[in-house]
């Protein structure tokens, strides 16, 4: 009886330590795709500080507004819209609703980022000829 116990004890140690391998190796390469994804170098470890701060993706927020390309008139328009229907006072989902505020949330910081800032024009100084106050 002693015997049995022992094979299954040793039976059950391998199948755990076999599902326990698998899935370090599907994690790591999930992990690995995510940075490739992700872009590397700066453009990564900016992408990366985003999505934690938000709790979310790029590919998840324009997945939530149903959104392909980041159009900030299309961003706007369904945003507007999924949040109106998901309004609590109209039955709808208060989740939803935040989910839909957070998308919005992290493709307007995507979009941003994008933009160069408004300080950083290069102004040259010289207007047309007969242009500016006298």
């Known amino acids: 009886m002693a015997k049995y116990i022992a094979q299954i004890i040793v039976l059950g140690g391998q199948i755990i330590g076999k599902a326990f391998t698998r899935a370090l190796k599907q994690e790591i390469a999930a992990s690995q795709e995510a940075a490739k994804r992700a872009g590397g170098g700066q453009k990564g470890q900016n992408r990366a500080a985003a999505n934690l701060r938000t709790g979310m993706t790029l590919e998840e927020a324009q997945q939530i507004l149903n959104v392909t390309k980041l159009d900030p008139e299309e961003v706007q328009k369904n945003y507007d819209h999924l949040f109106s229907v998901n309004d609590k006072s109209k039955g709808g989902s ?24 408004e300080g950083e024009k290069t102004d040259t100084g010289t207007g047309k000829p007969g242009e500016g106050t006298q």
């Open 94 to 117: 208060f989740y939803l609703q935040s989910k839909v505020f957070r998308a919005k949330e992290r493709i307007d910081q995507e979009l941003k980022e994008a933009k160069p800032p």
